[in-house]
């Protein structure tokens, strides 16, 4: 009755936050609008004024991580524009193992890795706006720090697979193959150690 009363406009998030429950539980495949509802105290017919299928609420997550967490990767990167960029590097990829090391963060890219050969439209969606706009943030800030002489001049592509590499892998070993008895160090030492691992490669050679 709670959920009931807030605003109307509260109630996309609410939505996709179940969704997200419940695509994670069970599926996408196997998930029924109806679960989504009930776990967001909603009827079925108020889910569908929102969202008329579930592939849209899959679309709606996917834009929704893209805001959230590369909108404020931007937003770091743009807040330190004059700074020195090998610092904003180490900032941006501790932001993103802080972020990728919450499963309420984690869940939608993890999801979208299972689902992608099902649905290559959510694949497609997901490289454009999330893959996409993580390539142009890093190679301004790849840019910015050949301009500045503290990188060496590299190819985006590579620099964006030098990083998204390691987080990924950063993502999977804390969430799907967590080990209870060897826990991951805290995210910012895993950041610090990735930084230290691409800088050695970036830096101007003799």
């Known amino acids: 009755m709670a959920r009931r009363a807030r605003r109307p406009e509260a109630r996309p998030d609410e939505i996709l936050d179940a969704a997200l429950a419940?695509?994670?539980?069970?599926?996408?495949?196997?998930?029924?609008?109806e679960d989504i509802a009930a776990r967001a105290g909603l009827s079925k017919g108020a889910v569908y004024v929102?969202?008329?299928?579930?592939?849209?609420m899959l679309k709606a997550l996917v834009r929704r991580l893209a805001d959230r967490v590369v909108g404020a990767a931007e937003m770091l990167v743009q807040s330190n524009a004059q700074a020195d960029a090998e610092q904003t590097l180490r900032s941006l990829l501790t932001f993103m193992a802080m972020?990728?090391?919450?499963?309420?963060?984690?869940?939608?890219?993890?999801?979208?890795?299972?689902?992608?050969q099902r649905?290559?439209?959510?694949?497609?969606?997901?490289?454009?706006?999330?893959?996409?706009?993580?390539?142009?943030?890093?190679?301004?800030?790849?840019?910015?720090?050949?301009?500045?002489?503290?990188?060496?001049?590299?190819?985006?592509d590579v620099m964006l697979r030098s990083c998204a590499g390691p987080m990924l892998a950063h993502m999977m070993l804390s969430t799907v193959?967590?080990?209870?008895?060897?826990?991951?160090?805290?995210?910012?030492?895993i950041a610090g150690g990735i930084a230290d691992l691409v800088l050695n490669g970036l830096r101007p050679r003799p």
């Open 50 to 56: 929102y969202f008329e299928s579930k592939e849209l």
């Open 99 to 116: 972020q990728l090391s919450n499963p309420k963060v984690s869940a939608a890219p993890r999801l979208v890795l299972a689902e992608a």
């Open 119 to 156: 649905f290559p439209e959510i694949a497609a969606l997901y490289r454009d706006d999330v893959i996409g706009r993580a390539r142009q943030l890093l190679g301004k800030l790849c840019d910015r720090g050949i301009a500045q002489g503290v990188f060496r001049a590299v190819d985006r």
């Open 22 to 33: 419940v695509f994670s539980e069970v599926g996408f495949a196997g998930a029924r609008v």
């Open 177 to 189: 193959f967590a080990d209870p008895k060897n826990p991951a160090p805290p995210p910012e030492v």
